[in-house]
């Protein structure tokens, strides 16, 4: 058992020293990303900033666009967390939830998220991109669908397609337009809203 733990015990500090470089490499392009923009910043920059060899982030990184898919993943983490901690149980609801968590973690650092999904978009990622979100959204239809509340001959994929489409689309146009002109919470809720009231629509009020 002893030899086990010092054997170990080397490899897990490497892989800890390793990830530590990388949080650093990955830290410091942001902060770069956030203040100057994206195509303005170098991977020299970036290196010299996290105080790295510019071979060092060449280790870590193949491109300077890998560090778009990790700022994504990261997002699609705090989603996660988030969504697992509501406890809406109506599916109209708990959709319109889940687009303000997109909402708030995109406002977190607005300047960011501008930079990067602008970005994003340049890199092509938005037609090489994991269904991921789309898949999450359709979970909302089937389930409204199973509790009667959306048609039969409603597609939950295609609807979830639909609203990932909503999404990427009034995000892309708020971190087009000049800071404070838009506001994206509300902008996100009023074009989901829009399609839910075609797939999902609320009962009627009785008079």
């Given at each position: 058992?002893?030899?086990?733990?010092t054997?170990?015990?080397?490899?897990?500090?490497?892989?800890?020293?390793?990830?530590?470089?990388?949080?650093?490499?990955y830290?410091?392009?942001?902060e770069l990303?956030?203040s100057?923009?994206?195509?303005?910043?170098?991977?020299?920059?970036?290196?010299?900033?996290?105080?790295?060899a510019?071979?060092?982030?060449?280790?870590?990184?193949?491109?300077?666009?890998?560090?778009?898919t990790?700022?994504g993943?990261k997002?699609?983490?705090v989603?996660r967390?988030?969504?697992?901690?509501?406890?809406?149980?109506?599916?109209?609801?708990?959709?319109?939830?889940?687009?303000?968590?997109?909402?708030?973690?995109?406002?977190?650092?607005?300047?960011?998220?501008?930079?990067?999904?602008?970005?994003?978009?340049?890199?092509?990622?938005?037609?090489?991109?994991?269904?991921?979100?789309?898949?999450?959204?359709?979970?909302?239809?089937?389930?409204?669908?199973?509790?009667?509340?959306?048609?039969?001959?409603?597609?939950?994929r295609?609807?979830?397609l639909?609203?990932?489409?909503?999404?990427?689309?009034?995000?892309?146009?708020?971190?087009?337009?000049p800071?404070?002109?838009r506001?994206?919470?509300?902008?996100?809720?009023?074009?989901?809203e829009?399609?839910?009231?075609?797939?999902?629509?609320?009962p009627?009020?009785?008079?």
């Amino acid at each position: 058992m002893t030899s086990t733990i010092t054997a170990d015990a080397p490899q897990g500090r490497r892989e800890r020293n390793k990830q530590r470089v990388r949080d650093s490499i990955y830290d410091a392009a942001i902060e770069l990303f956030a203040s100057q923009g994206y195509d303005q910043t170098t991977v020299d920059e970036i290196a010299h900033k996290a105080d790295v060899a510019r071979g060092t982030f060449f280790n870590h990184f193949q491109r300077k666009e890998d560090l778009i898919t990790e700022w994504g993943a990261k997002r699609r983490t705090v989603l996660r967390e988030g969504l697992a901690a509501t406890t809406e149980d109506d599916p109209r609801r708990a959709l319109l939830a889940c687009m303000g968590l997109l909402a708030d973690i995109s406002l977190r650092d607005s300047a960011l998220t501008r930079a990067l999904t602008t970005a994003w978009v340049k890199a092509g990622y938005v037609l090489q991109e994991e269904p991921f979100l789309s898949d999450m959204l359709s979970e909302f239809v089937i389930e409204a669908r199973r509790r009667g509340q959306v048609a039969e001959t409603v597609d939950p994929r295609l609807a979830g397609l639909l609203l990932r489409d909503v999404y990427l689309g009034t995000v892309f146009r708020w971190a087009r337009s000049p800071e404070g002109e838009r506001d994206l919470a509300a902008d996100l809720r009023t074009a989901c809203e829009t399609v839910l009231d075609g797939i999902m629509p609320l009962p009627a009020r009785r008079s």
